[in-house]
């Protein structure tokens, strides 16, 4: 009986033990779990400039930009290696400015291996590529809301788990640069990045409204030519948005405002000639993959201030500003046609501003304004040469 008992609780012994082992390994199984969620990918709900509200998977790893020149912002958030996250792009960075993306292949050369695929900026992403990459979010441009809706591409990609995210840089730039970059900062999990770059960007910003609104100038009339030497037509411009908004920031008047009822449209040559324009400012770029050899001026980064300036000397004998007071003072600017789509649109109007009232901005340097934004959010050095002017003293003129 004693040998019987002994064994019993023995037994006993070895129940218990087995039952805490039991509760140990599936206590750690349980944690060893929460771990692994917390670890993995939330799901959030952002509204993008369309004001639709999409799921994403947060911080999103493969992304897809519906246009190249988005790298201007994911740049400034992926300082260290801005091509990390980019999975396939449209072409226009390589094409449209070239001179940047040297400068980012220079120091990342497996951008060159990013995918891209064509189309223009009121096209849509291939979707076929987009499947294959398996991207967490495609950023596309609101301009290509209409092409998209034709295509169905919202719906063939959301079938596959493939959020579409909306932004704007170019159509209402003023309004929607701050969202369009809090909306990178929240999906790639650089919330405080974005919030720093938004604080830099409205200090420069005061540096030139906060005077206009204080001092109140009179406004010299002028007139923006748009994409110059990109086509042969005269005269493209912009409304109310875009330049014709920065203009008027910096204390100018846009004489197409009340002619041009959207974004982007043209003037004809008498109606120029006709507004009499004080100053001519016309943006331009490097576009010899559009039109080689052409009357574009190639201001951007390190640019040629003579041959930019020999090109834009062309300009002045142009029918449409035969006799106009901006011939006569030899107001003609050239500045890189790229500030109307990027988070730095803020330099363009202090350079503009300095153009329109030199006395009033004369300790307004833009040039280093730019180049504190590169040493503070860029990965590439600074490269002067995005302005050029005939006119140094070009003080309103009304």
Known sequence: MAIQRRWVSVLIVLMLLGLLAAVFFFSNQRKGTAVVAAASPATTTVTDLLGRKVHVRVPVQRVILGEGRQLYLAAALDTEDPIQRIVGWRKDLIQADPDTYSLYLRKFPKIAGIPTFGGFEDGTVDVEQAIAQKPDVVFLNIEAQRATEDARTIEKLGALG?????????????????????????????????????????????????????????????????????????????????????????????????????????????????????????????????????????????????????????????????????????????????????????????????????????????????????????????????????????????
């Not at 330049?243 to 204390?251: I, L, Q, T």
């Open 162 to 398: 493939i959020p579409v995210v909306y932004i704007d840089f170019r159509h209402y730039p003023i309004e929607n640069t701050e969202p369009t970059m809090r909306l990178f900062g929240k999906l790639f999990g650089k919330e405080a990045r974005a919030e720093e770059f938004i604080a830099f960007r409205a200090k420069q910003l005061q540096r030139v409204t906060d005077v206009i609104s204080a001092r109140q100038p009179a406004r010299p009339k002028v007139f923006i030519e748009r994409i110059g030497g990109y086509t042969q037509d005269c005269c493209l411009s912009f409304g109310n948005e875009n330049f014709g908004k920065f203009v008027e920031m910096a204390g100018g008047g846009n004489i197409a405002k009340d002619v041009i009822r959207g974004t982007f449209g043209q003037l004809n040559p008498e109606q120029v000639i006709a507004a009499n324009p004080d100053q001519v400012v016309v943006t331009s770029a490097n576009w010899e993959a559009y039109a080689p050899g052409g009357s574009w001026v190639g201001v951007g980064p390190g640019a040629d201030p003579t041959e930019a300036a020999r090109k834009l000397e062309a300009y002045t004998k142009r029918p449409a500003y035969a006799g106009i007071k901006a011939n006569q003072h030899r107001a003609f600017h050239a500045i890189w046609h790229q500030f109307y789509n990027s988070p730095y649109e803020f330099v363009a109007i202090q350079q503009l501003a300095k153009w329109f009232h030199p006395a009033l901005f004369a300790d307004l340097d833009p040039d280093a304004t730019f180049r504190e934004l590169h040493e503070r959010f860029l990965p590439v050095p600074y490269r002067p040469g995005y302005f050029v002017s005939l006119g140094e003293n070009t003080e309103a003129r009304p």
